[in-house]
């Protein structure tokens, strides 16, 4: 089973700020990565598919990089509504594995 | 506009069964692979289990295996999730989430990844 770590746990920044996340595999998985955010009360939406692609909708602040067994996720200016839940998720290899999340909440 | 709605969940003994559904609307169910996600309170996400679109490739999370099922009904555009042996660790917000798949020739590959979520259906697994 390949363990995704996300670093760090709490994010507190201010709205404006920008926000850098990480999710690192313990192995590689290529490019096959994705990111969601998660608030409070409701699912998880898609931001990020295949490591540095947009889902659908996704504004452009949102950004994702990285390959192999380092990824990064990228806010570059913080809106009110980007305070939230963040996850990881490995699409390479089943069973399909979560990191444990980065909170970024407004400092 | 894709609609997933999950039903079946409540307060169940430790030991007894349920069964999970999911009903969709809004896009070709039988084209694309489903799955199941589920959130303990308080806690990250976990995949528990998912099917391809014809049934050729199941998968469970280690922590389920052997005591959950999934399983499709293409003409009824519905998801399943059969739980037995239930645990009190089973405890958990449960989603189906639609995969996004990918076009490879004339079928759409499973690839993975998450493009729509129910809004979950609660398991509380307690004596």
């Known amino acids: 089973e390949i363990v995704l770590t996300q670093s760090p746990a709490t994010l507190s920044l201010s709205p404006g700020e920008r926000a850098t996340l990480s999710c690192r595999a313990s192995q590689s998985v290529s490019s096959y990565l994705a990111w969601y955010q998660q608030k409070p009360g409701q699912a998880p939406r898609l931001l990020i598919y295949?490591?540095?692609n947009r889902a659908a909708g996704i504004p452009a602040r949102f950004s994702g990089s990285g390959s192999g067994t380092d990824f990064t996720l990228t806010i570059s200016s913080l809106e009110p509504e980007d305070f939230a839940v963040y996850y990881c998720q490995q699409c390479s290899n089943w069973p399909l594995t979560f990191g444990g999340g980065t909170k970024v909440e407004i400092k | 506009e894709v609609q997933l709605v999950e039903s079946g969940g409540g307060l169940v003994q430790p030991g007894r069964s349920l069964r999970l559904s999911c009903a969709a609307s809004?896009?070709?169910?039988?084209?694309?692979?489903m799955h199941w996600v589920r959130q303990a309170p308080g806690k990250g996400l976990e995949w528990v289990s998912g099917?391809?679109?014809?049934?050729?490739?199941?998968g469970y999370a280690e922590s389920v295996k052997g005591r959950f099922t999934i399983s499709r009904d293409n003409a009824k555009n519905s998801l399943y999730l059969q739980m037995n042996s239930l645990r009190a660790e089973d405890t958990a917000l449960y989603y189906c989430?639609?995969?996004?798949?990918?076009?490879?020739?004339?079928?759409?590959?499973?690839?993975?990844?998450?493009?729509?979520w129910g809004q979950g259906i609660l398991v509380t697994v307690s004596s």
């Open positions: 099917i391809s679109w014809n049934r050729g490739r199941i």
């Open positions: 989430a639609k995969d996004m798949g990918i076009l490879r020739g004339l079928l759409i590959t499973a690839r993975n990844d998450f493009d729509y």
């Open positions: 809004g896009f070709s169910f039988d084209d694309y692979a």
């Open positions: 295949d490591a540095s």
